[in-house]
């Protein structure tokens, strides 16, 4: 799409100025900070085109440079400007903006997973349970992919921005249910920090020790329900997912993972239940990668490897855009079968390197880089190395573990004996091993449907111990050795 853009205050960027003036969401992995390169705007009078910054030499070609492209981040404007956005550096949407609505009836509740990549709705009757569901894209992720970014975009002066933006977006999930959004009524599982954003709360205390959220109770504002959560990172989501996979209830000792870009977790003795958050970053829910896209159409979600060639299935069986959190894991895990990745993460001799062009290549413009690779590495010993820190501090034996629930927005996509092989999850637990799906999900619908579900996620919420990885001695020495595959 072209479009004009013109600075309003000093130091203004094209990216600055297509959130705020345009209300145009860019691809900015990042936050902005000119890191990930998937904001690339075209600018069409050399006159006005910023000078190449370090980032853009970096992370473009020199053909790009030469015909205008530069990181939208990074792209400090000097006046007027006429620019392309290409469609690879939008944050897509699934939606027509015209689905027609109706008033809901009375019984009816819009049941939502608030998740960092992807917002996920269930419209529930009260009568007739789950009438149909729905998914969006959390544009947040123009102000970064991770909880992290989110909470410094908050802290620098955009609270009141993102929490328009989490309006907006609950209107558009409950258009896309069919229901007028003006008249909705929302229960909402989330992660302390989206829900806090939704909410409109500061994020102050979230963005330092000892990391004080401001409410984590079971709440209602307006015509929005909030689920109760645990601590500044192990939200509602995780509360919600454990107690709809009936572990809460559990005699035998269970794990329970919601693998996104916290990589949540919580571990039952049969006694007690310790819950951590470990920062995992979101490779596996199709962000933070070069190639990475959300399980959208033209996501590809699984690969298979025969020779240099790639056997995919798309969302939508049309051509393959990139590559989803299922896809990522399938393709490292091909590679290393066919010997194209080392164990330390390297890619065989002729498609080493960082350097724009280099990468292995999947298909058309779907390539995996060394970075990507390295980002899988960081998210999946993040999250395996939580996974051996709470059964460390638990006691218990793995052998005595007699259930491991996988959840997340992909918790139901993805290969578990490939996640087991690139070492996300413990091979030894494989056959007691299941996978949830949307958890959280499930679990707002439990709360709209079963009077009684509310108090299981309080009571759930109260007596959960919560581990603090940081502070555990042996996390660090995990995620170092889990770092290799």
């Known amino acids: 799409m072209n479009t004009t853009i013109e600075p309003k205050y000093k130091d203004d960027t094209a990216l600055d100025v297509l959130r705020r003036e345009h209300k145009i969401f860019l691809e900015a992995d990042c936050g902005g900070n ?56 939008l944050i897509p949407s699934e939606g027509s903006g015209k689905e027609e609505t109706a008033p809901p009836s009375p019984s009816e509740i819009i049941a939502v997973d608030y998740g960092t990549t992807v917002i996920s709705g269930a419209l529930v009757d009260l009568n007739q349970g789950v009438v149909s569901e729905a998914s969006v894209l959390n544009r947040q992720k123009a102000y970064g992919a991770d909880v992290v970014s989110r909470i410094r975009a908050a802290n620098a002066g955009y609270g009141e ?50 990391y004080e959220p401001v409410d984590l109770s079971l709440r209602r504002d307006g015509n929005l329900t909030f689920l109760p959560g645990i601590s500044g990172y192990v939200g509602a989501d995780i509360v919600s997912g454990v107690c709809a996979s009936n572990l809460d209830t559990a005699k035998e000792p269970w794990l329970y993972a919601d693998i996104g870009t916290n990589g949540e977790m919580a571990l039952g003795t049969g006694e007690d239940v310790l819950v951590t958050s470990a920062p995992a970053g979101p490779a596996f829910e199709g962000a933070g990668i ?133 070492g996300l999850i413990p091979e030894d637990l494989l056959d007691v091993a299941m996978q949830a799906g949307n958890a959280s999900l499930s679990g707002a619908v439990l709360y709209v449907l079963d009077t009684g579900f509310g108090a299981r996620l309080e009571h759930f919420a109260e007596h959960a111990r919560e581990v603090i990885l940081n502070e555990s001695g042996s996390f660090e020495r995990d995620y170092i050795l889990r770092m290799s595959f």
């Open 34 to 89: 000119g890191t990930c390169g998937r904001c690339k705007v075209k600018f069409f009078d050399p006159a006005c085109c910023p000078p190449p910054s370090e980032a853009d030499r970096k992370l473009l070609t020199e053909r790009e440079l030469q015909d205008g492209f530069r990181l939208a981040c990074t792209a400090v404007l000097a006046g007027r400007s006429e620019i392309l956005i290409p469609d690879a550096s």
């Open 161 to 210: 921005e993102l929490r328009r933006i989490s309006a907006d977006d609950l209107a558009a999930l409950s258009a896309k249910l069919g229901r007028d959004p003006e008249k909705m009524r929302f229960v909402i599982s989330a992660n302390t920090v989206m829900g806090h954003l939704v909410s409109g709360f500061s994020c102050k205390g979230l963005g330092q020790y000892p």
């Open 290 to 422: 070069s190639c990475g896209m959300p399980l959208i159409k033209g996501a590809i979600r699984s690969v298979k490897l025969a020779g240099r060639n790639a056997v995919m299935d798309t969302v939508g069986d049309v051509e393959p855009v990139g590559l989803s959190g299922s896809g990522v894991i399938d393709l490292v895990s091909e590679l290393l079968r066919n010997r194209y990745l080392d164990k330390d993460g390297t890619l065989a001799e002729e498609y080493a390197g960082d350097l724009p062009g280099d990468g292995f290549p999947v298909t058309g413009d779907v390539t995996v880089t060394e970075k990507d690779i390295r980002e899988v590495q960081k998210a999946k010993a993040a999250i395996r190395a939580g996974m051996e820190t709470l059964i460390r501090e638990s006691g218990i034996g793995r052998k005595e573990i007699r259930k491991l629930v996988i959840a997340g927005s992909f918790g139901s996509g993805f290969d578990m004996e490939n996640a087991a092989k690139i």
